[in-house]
């Protein structure tokens, strides 16, 4: 199989089984009131990961098939997610953080980016819900505890995808230390 | 290609918000729904424990809080059903008074209502004290009943309190009459039995029976004393008198050691 095969598999199976376990499981898990929201961070690890266009088409996936779970006006959630998808792979295309701290930014600016974009549209589409002072208490909670669990979310992300991306810069120039043929302190 | 993305997902939007509830999208999401309701389902059971488990994590830590806004939440509302019982019980009371001067026409005698602000505790205690004083045209010796009956007479008069002598005391000296036979005797305490009264200077003790009524008299006991409009329940008599003693008990139509709303007789036409 392709690596570009074996990615969009390994893409669809993260899709799948991560809106599924957030239908399931993590939107019922409510701290402070909010409840945890998987999708965006999924999403922009991904994008994060493999690249501007297929994290745009990931978040599409993503978003569509949370749409169409919910039962709501479709391509909500796919709109909000394609460009979450997309800016994470430009981040990483453009600026390569390697930060330690970037999964956890990235993981809330993707959660504030998804709220927000999501309150902007459903606000576009004329919900009568006032913009309250709990609405952005909620949106700020909910930033705070994505950003609790985008680190691990992150790191789960990037075992599954890892073995199907092309060999990480960082991954070979560790190794390359390590085997010590390249090492300037190894050389004669 | 991020482009078109979002060209379909605008398109997505248009159809399905502008689309009635029973288009084709709606059909697919329904269908799609079908679809994944039993992997949902699944997936949820599996899922159960471990979101129960941070649930209940989530409870725990917001248990203490919590108990403490119920128990505030307690307060207040033990608070407010205390102040609706006595606002109820205020207006009972205050119904009966209302029902007691209409039926007796006590009208004319410038009721005032008052209430029991210090009542001491103990059988003895033969006097209580009321919030209206002479600011409310209160006077010594004005007579005070309440819903049930007589209860005393005023004592000591303060600007806004009076003191109470209450008809167990031996100085109240109520005239009274059984409303059968129409007897006239004197009320006043029984000794050693601080819960009942006694009715004394009967002329034809014999004539008064257990279960009588005995109301004031109208008549003024002893110079200087009270005067009592006339056919105010006192109680009823619970012991005719023998041929030895010709003491008659009466056990008092008030409840003497629980006083709250109370009417004071201003206005009796003094002699």
Known sequence: MSDRKNVALRLGVLAFVSVLVQIAGVAQIHVFGVGFDLAPLVVAAAGFLTGALSGALFGFGVGLFLDLAYVQTLGVFALVFCLVGYTAGRVRELRAPEAPFTPLALGAAATAVASCGYAVLEVILGVTSPVSLQLVRDILVGIALNSLIAVPVYSIVRRWLIPALPEDPRRRRRRAYTTGGLSPLSRP | ?271
């Not at chain 2, 799609?32 to 992997?39: A, I």
């Open chain 2, 1 to 271: 290609m991020l482009a078109l993305l979002v060209v379909i997902s605008l398109i997505l939007i248009t159809a399905s918000f502008g689309g009635s509830g029973g288009g084709a999208l709606h059909t697919v999401q329904s269908g799609f729904l079908d679809v994944l309701s039993p992997v949902e389902t699944v997936a949820s059971k599996i899922l159960t424990p471990v979101h129960d488990l941070i649930n209940a994590v989530d409870d725990v830590v917001h248990a203490s809080s919590q108990r403490d806004q119920l128990r505030r939440e307690l307060a207040a509302a033990n608070k407010e059903i205390a102040t609706l019982q006595a606002g109820k019980h205020a207006s009972a009371d205050a119904a009966k008074l209302q029902r007691i001067d209409s039926t007796l026409q006590l009208a004319p005698d410038g009721p005032v209502d008052a209430t029991v602000i210090a009542q001491p505790a103990g059988v003895w205690v033969s006097n209580v004290t009321i919030n209206a004083g002479s600011s409310a045209g209160v006077h010594t010796n004005d007579p005070v009943i309440d819903p049930d009956g007589v209860i005393g007479i005023v004592a000591t008069v303060a600007v806004d309190s009076s003191v109470v002598t209450l008809i167990n005391d031996p100085s109240a000296g109520v005239t009274a009459r059984d409303s059968v036979s129409r007897e006239i005797g004197v009320i006043g305490p029984k000794p050693g039995s601080p819960g009942e009264l006694q009715m004394q200077a009967v002329s034809r003790p014999s004539e008064v029976k257990v279960g009588d009524l005995i109301v004031t008299a109208g008549e003024q006991a002893t110079a200087g004393a009270s005067f009592f409009p006339a056919d105010v329940p006192i109680g009823v008599v619970k012991a005719a008198a023998t041929s030895s003693s010709g003491v008659i008990t009466v056990s008092p139509a008030a409840d003497l050691s629980s006083l709250d709303t109370v009417q004071v007789l201003t206005a009796v036409p003094r002699p």
